[in-house]
């Protein structure tokens, strides 16, 4: 994916965890410009969990939901489905490209 995205123009950070992509992110001047891709399934932490914080936090924050579980039910405010998005494992190249193309609007 980072390569993917880096081919297409994309910055592209990474983190290990939760904490550490939290201190990315809101050590970011330009944070509500963000795009997150995260798993749903995380070892300690809901991605949905996350992923919804971030949403409430800043008001253009975007995030791609990933998950190779298609039971994944996605529990998003009404106004937030437009900024959490959902992309299904296994996937594109343009799948990827795709659904982040889609929360644009």
Known sequence: MVEVLRSEGHEVLTAASVEAAQKIIFARP?????????????????????AQGLVQRYP???VLLISGFTDDVLMTEPGDA????FLAKPFTKQDLLAALNGLDG
């Not at 509500?32 to 749903?40: A, E, F, T």
């Not at 437009?82 to 998005?85: F, N, Q, W």
Request: net charge negative; glycine share 10%.
């Open 30 to 50: 330009d944070a509500q410009q963000l795009y997150l891709v995260i798993d749903v399934v995380l070892h300690h932490e809901s991605g949905i969990t996350f």
């Open 60 to 62: 253009g924050f975007r």
């Open 82 to 85: 437009a900024r959490i998005g």
